[in-house]
């Protein structure tokens, strides 16, 4: 007799279901695992059979067989144990075998028959009520799989004989509760940021319109300081979003204690990241530094820091809002819907453009360093401002600074005119002027007559790109939400052209 159960393989965050066949026939005495099995699935079979052993249970003198089908969907990951040594102990009658037939089932086995935490859990909650099956996986996952729906059927034991005990009705597992981290009080506040008006009202400003940002100025000016400010006036994460981005967390293994969090990404990567440390993939396909940051902020510190490949590679998830991976044998989508923060020195000794400095090295201190970013990826970047070191003045007898909470007030509010407007539209999925369509960004941010003629004299001057002259307007369109005004003004069109010649004045020095 074979018995069946249901568990799921990961392709990006999707759950694919997985039928896990065992069969326990006469023959030559072993276990095989077929099914395109990678190297921990394979390991598998020394884990089942050690932890089926210290639950009581002997395999009998037989030859076991375990196909996982579709044989050609590739399985990766150890949390086939679980649906493994359900499956066997379904075929030696020590749990009915009518049990597991509305379930999903995953977790890893330890060698003494405690079932360890896997990633995943989330997707592949989500997957099985969307079949319509409750889920059994590991106590540690219980509270992260328990978002996946309130009325869905979760049993999150700690060991195979817990298992049994339910089904046998001796000792019946209660279903876990989702949790959630509480939010983080102390993150650092604007207030301690001394000058740098300018370059607050930018972060306020990419904040509010989820557009990018590239910071400029000599070392010790505030620009990491000012970036690790950002998570502190961004909104929390709408459910919805909570939920797609914990998937991905998921995914990566990377929620602490199966609780989740409302609180924003923020990814600030070191500048020696690898290309798959960034985008993602890898020999086991896994989430990036783009998609671990989805939803939320990407902050690369010491911009040309890092290697130019690896830069170039986020031109397509800062256009798409996905990171498609594509690997021999099959794709793998991750969402990447990210707001890139860049900070950099203008040159390699720091100083080039400073009152009263020349670099050592000449023009080419300047024109090197700032080579390493290509003009496709500047051109993505909506905001890019100086910050200049700060003034001595600002620093003994500071003017008082706004705290943070008065900042976010104001993003909220302009981010929720957004929300509004693209929900009126019949765009529901769109949260953000800065991921507005090219195409509805004229309906959408409709300006004055006065406004109107600035745009157009600025664009035959500066050669606007096609790009930019969209993007000034979605940045125009943010200030005039800041502003609470219907129509983009002039002024609010001459601080969006400002933030982009700060960019072309930049590039032109290069
Ligand atoms: N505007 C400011 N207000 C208050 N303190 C500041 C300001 N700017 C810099 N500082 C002080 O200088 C330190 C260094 O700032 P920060 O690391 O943000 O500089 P940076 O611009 O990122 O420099 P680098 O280019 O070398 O990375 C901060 O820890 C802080 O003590
Ligand atoms: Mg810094």
Request: glycine content about 8%; hydrophobic content about 45%.
């Amino acid at each position: 007799m074979v018995s069946h159960v249901k568990t799921v393989a990961f392709q990006g965050i999707e759950a694919l279901p997985v039928d896990v066949q065992v069969m326990i026939a006469p023959g030559k005495i072993g276990m095989q695992i077929v099914g395109l099995p990678d190297k921990a699935v394979a390991e598998s079979r020394e884990r089942v059979q050690a932890a089926l052993h210290a639950s009581g249970l002997a395999l009998p003198a037989k030859k076991v067989t375990i196909n996982l089908a579709p044989a050609d969907l590739p399985k990766e990951g150890s949390h086939f144990d679980l649906p493994i040594a359900l499956g066997l102990m379904a075929a030696l009658g020590a749990i009915p075998s009518d049990a597991l037939q509305n379930y999903v089932v995953l977790g890893e086995l330890a060698l003494d028959g405690t079932i360890s935490p896997v990633a995943g859990a989330l997707p592949a909650a989500i997957g099985a009520n969307a079949m319509e099956r409750g889920l059994i996986c590991p106590h540690g996952c219980g509270s992260e799989a328990a978002w996946a729906g309130e009325d869905m059927d979760i049993l999150a034991p700690q060991s195979l004989i817990a298992v049994a005990n339910h089904f046998r009705g001796t000792q019946v597992l209660t279903r876990p509760k989702p949790t959630r981290h509480e939010a983080a009080k102390d993150l650092p506040d604007l207030a301690d940021i001394k000058g740098q008006e300018t370059a607050k009202r930018a972060l306020e400003v990419a904040a509010a319109g989820g557009h990018n940002l590239l910071m400029v100025g000599p070392p010790g000016s505030g620009k990491s300081m000012l970036a690790a400010r950002l998570s502190s006036i961004l909104p929390p994460l709408s459910p919805a979003e909570l939920l797609s981005v914990s998937m991905v967390h998921s995914i990566a293994g990377q929620l602490s204690g199966g609780k989740l969090t409302d609180q924003r990404p923020f990814r600030a990567p070191h500048h020696s990241a690898t290309m798959a440390a960034m985008v993602g993939g890898g020999v086991k396909a896994r989430p990036g530094e783009v998609s671990m940051a989805h939803k939320g902020v990407l902050f690369l510190d010491e911009f040309p820091e890092f290697s130019p490949q690896v830069l170039d590679s986020l031109r397509q998830p800062l256009e798409t809002s996905n990171c498609i991976i594509a690997r021999a044998n099959h794709r793998v989508n991750y969402p990447a819907d990210i707001q890139l923060i860049a900070a950099m020195n203008p040159c390699r000794c720091g100083m080039a453009g400073e009152p009263g400095h020349t670099c050592a090295r000449g023009p080419r201190c300047k024109t090197d360093y700032q080579g390493r970013i290509s003009g496709p990826l500047l051109d993505r970047i909506d905001l890019r401002i100086d910050v200049p070191a700060v003034t001595a003045m600002d620093l003994i007898q500071p003017k008082p600074s706004e705290p943070s909470e008065n900042v976010a007030l104001r993003v909220l509010r302009a981010r929720n005119m957004q929300l509004e407007r693209y929900r009126n539209l019949g765009f529901p999925e769109i949260t953000l002027n800065a991921r507005c369509p090219t195409a509805q960004i004229e309906q959408v941010a409709k300006m004055d007559q006065e406004g109107s003629a600035l745009l157009n004299e600025a664009a035959q001057k500066m050669l606007f790109s096609a790009r930019a002259y969209h993007r000034v307007l979605k940045v125009a369109r943010t200030l005039a939400d800041l502003d609470n005004s219907i129509v983009v003004k002039r002024i609010h069109l001459a601080e969006a052209i400002s933030y982009r010649i700060a960019g072309e004045r930049l590039m032109e020095n290069a």
